[in-house]
């Protein structure tokens, strides 16, 4: 079989990209031969696609990121087999498959089922070693937008609770944010909030690799996600905290469908405490159904079976 492209945008600090590379990085064993290219430019793009032996194209597509690509190019290209990764509700019609990560979209109406594949979340190992802390350590990262509900972790923590070390790692987005206003006035709005002496509060900003994003999320007791509803996408920091098997809380939210139940949500009867005490029991069924191994092996699928039908 010919190799398969996957395409990416070019800009690290972005949720987007990071998720395009890892799910190429994942497939460093797979049974078929991945090729990666970042393109900023129809005409990058051109030269590259033209000069290639491809049947297929895996594009890692953004409305916000990839501006150029356009669904009349998609159209006029009856060379090769053009498949999505899913992100959110903007999509192109034109395409010959929708890769779905862990759920499919909110209400199953975006993508005709025949031609929507479900494949497990592209998690990460993680074989670093875990702090022991004096003080309950509760974590979280991304970027700081105020749908993130950094600020409301903040001062639920900070009502509820004491004695607690609260770790933010909060890089600056490259495209969503790019003059950090928006982050530098959730941090402030954080730190306005943080009128309870025993809670600490310790903020990082430097963009990190995923292997020292992951040694973070290993430091903490538990980790902790607010997010606000804000589209139809999967989140996807709940892949790096499920990476390093520590306790997980979230706000529901439709972002994080994939993982809700009860165990994990905060409510006013179920506390980032009692989700701490419940260690990671909640989260074994996602540990074992997105293995890294059954990732590669579900994408390998995908085109095998697609090729044997041509």
């Given amino acids: 079989m010919k190799p398969i492209l996957i395409i990416n945008h070019i800009g690290t600090a972005c949720g987007v990209y990071q998720f395009g590379k890892r799910v190429y990085e994942l497939l460093e064993n797979s049974n078929h031969e991945f090729m990666y290219v970042e393109v900023d430019s129809l005409e990058k793009y051109n030269s590259i ?17 990839m501006p150029w690509l356009t669904e009349d190019i998609i159209n006029k290209d009856k060379k090769h087999k053009h498949y999505f990764l899913f992100h959110e509700e903007f999509i192109f019609n034109s395409y010959d498959k929708y890769l779905f990560f862990g759920d499919y979209d909110v209400n199953n109406k975006l993508v005709p ?20 802390n004096s003080k309950l350590t509760i974590g979280t990262f991304g970027f700081a937008f105020w ?33 950090d206003e928006q982050s530098l006035a959730v941090i402030k709005q954080c730190k306005r909030y943080l009128t309870n002496k ?41 892949d790096y905290a499920l ?15 994939h993982i809700l139940k009860n165990d994990i949500v905060i409510t006013d009867t179920n506390s980032i405490l009692d989700i701490y005490n419940r260690g990671i029991s ?29």
């Fill in 282 to 310: 909640p989260l074994n069924e996602f540990y074992t159904k997105w293995n890294i191994s059954n990732f590669i092996k579900e994408m390998d699928k995908v085109f095998y079976e697609e090729s044997n039908t041509n």
């Fill in 49 to 65: 696609v033209d000069k290639l032996d491809i049947d297929y194209i895996v594009y890692n597509w953004h409305r916000g990121t």
């Fill in 243 to 257: 990476s390093v098997k520590r306790p997980i809380a979230v706000r529901y939210c439709q972002m994080f469908r």
């Fill in 147 to 179: 749908n993130k509900g950094i600020h409301i972790l903040t001062k639920l923590v900070n009502d509820t609770m004491n004695d607690v070390e609260l770790r933010f790692h909060l890089p600056k987005a490259e495209f969503s944010d790019p003059t």
């Fill in 113 to 132: 089922k025949e031609k929507s594949v479900l494949l497990p979340r592209p998690l990460l190992q993680y074989n670093g070693e875990y702090k022991q």
């Fill in 198 to 238: 025993s809670i600490s509060l310790n903020i990082s900003r430097e963009f990190l690799s995923e292997d020292k994003i992951l040694e973070f999320l290993a430091d903490n007791a538990i980790n902790v996600f607010m997010y606000e509803e804000n589209g139809e996408g999967i989140s996807s920091v709940i």
